[in-house]
């Protein structure tokens, strides 16, 4: 009896001491930063990898682009289902279990020893990705009031997650330098786990749907993924097949029918639907989710065409294309803290509009790229412009996206603005590499040589993105210039009351 009164004191003793650092806000902010910076790191991080993994598998140039898009999708498709699940299960316990799949997918993904099994585990761990991110959210928007203090922690977040991404190929080079492409994936096993000890012990569990209508719409997050894998691969498969073969018509139909599919289910049979319409009642909702979207799908491309053409077409080594990404990083970090500092005063709007219009004048400068010119003037200032304007953005787009959500809520709206985020990169990356491989292709056909033919396409590539950016600014326009907090929390309830009174 002695030994087993001596271990609850020592279990009261712990639960007392995490109790205390449940308390500091600080400490919360750094572990769900840890566990953000992990999720949004495993987005770039392959781009400076990917010619050495294309080299060791054998992969395809069209079936490299699985590599980032396995794990975008996954993510994408099921952020939404997990944000709901966030709300109604517990955000600790959906940390945790983000935590210890993404840990082991990333495990897998070191191991893997064909293309099938590395896309596989990448999907995983994209599923993982999306059980732990709206956690993150989630308890960082329970630990801050709204205000001042949580328009800087989520400017905090949003830096430590933009600096994930552009910081990415920085770590992968060095990595893939250094040691091998596998250690790129084995980087996050001592990260992942550390933090799951520390969450266990000091992040809260908060209160699920206390009603017991614990219902999560299975049927809407399958026809998502489906519907945008089954897109992507037909934009992915139009390189080789052409646009109108029989196999990618095929795919479009399936993608478009299984899209139009969820949106009856969450129009009219989900109980408990991933993406309730009367959210986007909000203008601000509304607005920050097409930003969100757009700046996706301009940055998932401006890394992955920066990584081939620096290492295929002027020959750097992973190391130096990892060190020409520094500037990148620095820049999006920078745009980042303006942002969040600024916000209080001047709303999310000037932000929303200002940093995709950085973005989309940064690629119509890298749109001018070719073989010869100096690094400083093709990639390393219009890099930085872009990454400034993504800085600038991000904040912003959390913000405006979550602003005036109740907190039974909040992990619904963060999963839906990085779903847009997400589904943007996804498939504004399958596009505009589909449009550049084209382009390269018709360009070697025409008698010019491969390094020339790429380039071209890379330009093309970077001259769609600058288009997508500039549409994502104006979409900013939608958010309202005044913050008005209450707004969307009245129109959420107004709804509420329409529905229970139909």
């Not at 203090?149 to 430590?160: C, D, H, I, M």
């Amino acid at each position: 009896m002695s030994g087993q009164a001596a271990g609850e004191r020592v279990t009261a003793e712990i639960r007392r001491v995490g109790a205390r650092f449940t308390a500091a806000p600080g400490l919360v902010l750094l572990l769900v930063c840890l566990g953000q910076f992990m999720v949004v790191l495993d987005v770039s991080v392959v781009n400076v990898a990917l010619p050495s993994i294309r080299h060791d598998l054998g992969f395809s140039a069209s079936g490299l682009q699985w590599v980032v898009n396995a794990y975008a999708l996954a993510f994408a498709g099921f952020l939404l289902l997990f944000g709901r699940a966030a709300d109604l299960f517990g955000r600790r316990r959906l940390l945790l279990a983000g935590l210890a799949l993404f840990s082991l997918a990333s495990l897998l993904d070191g191991l893997a020893t064909s293309q099938g099994e590395l896309v596989a585990a990448r999907a995983l761990q994209g599923l993982g990705g999306a059980v732990l991110t709206p956690a993150t959210l989630t308890i960082l928007i329970a630990t801050y009031s709204e205000g001042r203090a949580r328009a800087r922690a989520l400017g905090v977040w949003s830096a430590v997650a933009a600096a994930g991404g552009a910081s990415g190929a920085l770590l992968g080079g060095v990595i893939t330098q250094f040691l091998t492409w596998r250690w790129i994936f084995f980087i996050n096993l001592p990260i992942g786990i550390a933090v799951l000890i520390a969450s266990s012990l000091f992040v809260a569990e908060g209160v699920g749907d206390r009603e017991g209508r614990r219902h999560l719409d299975l049927a809407g997050a399958f026809t998502v993924t489906g519907g945008l894998v089954a897109v992507t691969w037909g934009i992915v498969r139009s390189q080789a097949a052409g646009w109108g073969s029989p196999e990618v018509l095929a795919a479009f139909a399936a993608g478009i029918g299984l899209l139009i599919a969820f949106a009856i289910i969450e129009g009219r049979w989900a109980r408990a639907p991933l993406v309730p319409l009367r959210l986007f009642a909000s203008r601000s909702i509304t607005g920050s989710n097409l930003v969100a979207f757009g700046v996706g799908a301009a940055l998932f491309s401006v890394w992955y065409f920066q990584s081939l053409y620096l290492q295929g077409v002027r020959g750097m080594t992973p190391l130096a294309t990892g060190l020409t990404f520094l500037p990148q990083t620095l820049a999006i970090v920078v745009g980042a803290q303006i942002s969040s500092r600024l916000m209080p005063r001047l709303g999310a709007r000037p932000f929303l509009v200002g940093g995709p219009l950085l973005i989309s004048l940064g690629l119509l400068w890298m749109a001018q790229v070719a073989v010869g010119p100096a690094i400083w003037s093709s990639v390393l200032l219009p890099g930085a412009l872009v990454t400034l304007g993504a800085g600038l953005a991000f904040p912003a787009i959390t913000v405006a996206a979550t602003a005036g959500v109740p907190r039974s809520e909040s992990g619904l709206a963060s999963g839906v603005v990085n779903t847009s985020r997400q589904v943007g990169g996804s498939l504004g990356l399958a596009a505009l590499a589909t449009l550049a491989a084209d382009h390269a292709a018709a360009l070697t056909q025409a008698g010019h040589a491969v390094p020339v033919a790429l380039t071209g396409g890379f330009g093309l590539g970077f001259a769609g993105g600058a288009v997508i950016a500039l549409a994502a600014g104006l979409s900013g326009l939608l958010v309202p210039g005044v913050t008005r907090r209450a707004e969307p929390q009245r129109r959420v309830t107004q709804s509420k009351g329409e529905e229970a009174a139909a």
